[in-house]
């Protein structure tokens, strides 16, 4: 999937823009996602009001709901700025001082210049969308935050390396194998500025954290014949390449491998996989302030480390950690271990109780209260890179949540490739069920009254098939 050429003048004239804006408050609110990427851009947005002296405050919404809308428009302070969160709403905000700096699908019942604020310059809305920009993988909200950062003052781009941390965890990385478009002027401007070594390698999670057997047996998208879920498969492959899967008793990672080991397995991974070898490798983003097997080295692994906290009520501890606490990492390595239990609980909840059902167009599962409404997204798309799963339907997870059942469908690239959009079909579906939702193109969510679940699948399926050609 190539970089869009996009309107890079618009942007550029609309980033000066806001640039002025936040230059000219004295005081600022910053709201942001509580996923990697809003944590991400949540740490640009405060480092860069520090920077300027500016009285701030930083909070976390899992979502838009009426009470944040409500609660943006009655702010108190001259600015409030929306990172990775706003856009699919932006008909609803009526204050003047809004700066949105997201990536997400924005709403059709904002006309970009038409709104009566927007002409007084109200609304400082910076999404790629407007620019023909692919928001799904060419640029995050932490990117665009960060591009904002810049503008407001070049120095900034030692925060280059936090938005590559939110691409990565908004898995901007996936269809091209690496990051493209604006994305990769930003990969650009963390190595210059000796943040970031782009590395080409297997793209498999896990390199820097897992032992060389797992990471290699849990290797999926594309999956190694013989390897992925494989324990023996792996073991006898390490054997055979004369790779000792430890050193001085303890387990080595992918990256422990010296470079010989690396390339005589990469060599023998490559063979097994045959025609799919092409979507194995690609770049890997290593930062290069923190020690390889931290965790917080690989980009990916320092994503998922954010997501741990925020996902599970501890965004500011995510916070913290991208602004470099070192008090804050045994925290998050914690919040970490807790994460990784969860995840696994859930995955063996869903495979032992058979929950997951198909449809023609579509496949799902209702994990009810077992599963954190933050968290099931992230299961859904495990699953969907699991034997388990078809992978050419979409998949469609049901958890309940405070406010009704909160949906997340997950989907291929190749399907998008096709005419599915998600975001839509999520859109369009839960308002027909008295819901709402939104997102991208892949990966998007709703939240839907309990007893409209079959009623909201039905819509669904109608609207994948008539998208798919
Ligand atoms: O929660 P989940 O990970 O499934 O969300 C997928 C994407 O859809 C996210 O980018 C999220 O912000 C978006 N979303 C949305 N409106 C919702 C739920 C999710 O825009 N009601
Ligand atoms: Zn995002």
């Not at 269809?175 to 970031?196: H, K």
């Not at 741990?308 to 070192?326: E, K, Q």
């Not at 997204?377 to 998949?395: E, F, H, K, T, Y």
Request: with cysteine; aromatic share 6%; net charge negative.
């Amino acid at each position: 999937m190539p970089a869009s050429a996009g309107d890079p003048r618009r942007m550029a004239r609309d980033l000066a823009a806001a640039a002025r804006v936040i230059r000219d408050a004295k005081t600022v609110r910053v709201v942001t996602h509580i996923d990697a990427d809003g944590i991400s851009a949540g740490a640009i947005a405060d480092i860069t009001l520090e920077r300027l002296g500016k009285e701030h405050t930083v909070g976390f919404e899992k979502k838009i709901t009426d009470e944040v809308v409500a609660s943006v428009n009655s702010s108190p302070e001259d600015v409030v700025w929306i990172c990775d969160l706003g856009s699919g709403y932006l008909s609803e905000f009526d204050r003047y001082g809004l700066v949105i700096t997201d990536h997400h699908v924005p709403d059709p019942r904002w006309r970009g210049r038409q709104t009566i604020l927007d002409s007084f310059g109200g609304v400082q809305h910076l999404n790629p969308h407007t620019y023909g920009i692919d928001g799904s993988y060419e640029v995050c909200g932490a990117g665009m935050t960060y591009l904002l950062s810049k503008e407001i003052d070049p120095a900034n781009v030692d925060l280059a390396y936090l938005a590559v941390v939110g691409a990565v965890g908004d898995f901007q990385d996936s269809s091209n194998q690496r990051l493209v478009g604006p994305n990769a002027a930003i990969v650009g401007d963390a190595v210059a500025n000796g943040d970031l070594v782009v590395e080409e390698d297997l793209r498999f999670y896990g390199r820097d954290t897992r032992p060389v057997n797992q990471y290699l047996q849990y290797a999926s998208d594309p999956s190694i014949p013989g390897i992925s879920d494989n324990p023996k498969g792996c073991y006898e492959l390490l054997d055979s390449l004369g790779i000792q899967a430890k050193s001085g008793g303890r387990w080595r990672s992918w990256s422990d491998l010296s470079r010989e080991e690396h390339d005589r397995a990469v060599d023998a991974i490559l063979e097994r996989l045959g025609p799919d070898a092409d979507k194995a490798v690609g770049e890997m983003y290593r930062i290069t302030r923190y020690e390889k097997g931290t965790g917080m080295s690989d980009a990916k692994e320092f994503a998922t480390v954010l997501n741990s906290c925020g996902r599970y009520d501890d965004a500011p501890t995510g916070l913290r950690v991208c602004r470099g606490d070192v008090g804050a990492l045994k925290v998050a390595e914690e919040n970490r271990a807790e994460h990784r239990k969860h995840i696994s609980t859930a995955l063996s909840y869903i495979r032992d109780n058979h929950l997951l059902r198909e449809r023609r167009f579509i496949q799902w599962f209702d994990a009810g209260s077992e599963v954190r409404e933050t968290v099931v997204g992230i299961v859904a798309g495990m699953m969907l890179s699991s034997s388990d799963c078809r992978r050419n339907i979409p998949i469609i997870a049901f958890a309940d949540s405070d406010d009704g059942v909160k949906v997340s469908a997950r989907a291929n690239r190749d399907l998008v490739d096709r005419g599915l959009n998600l975001s839509e079909v999520m859109k369009t579906a839960a308002e027909i069920v008295g819901g709402f939702g939104g997102g991208h193109t892949v990966a998007a969510g709703a939240t839907i009254p309990p007893e409209k679940k079959e009623e909201f699948l039905d819509i669904v399926e109608d609207l994948v098939s008539s998208q798919i050609e």
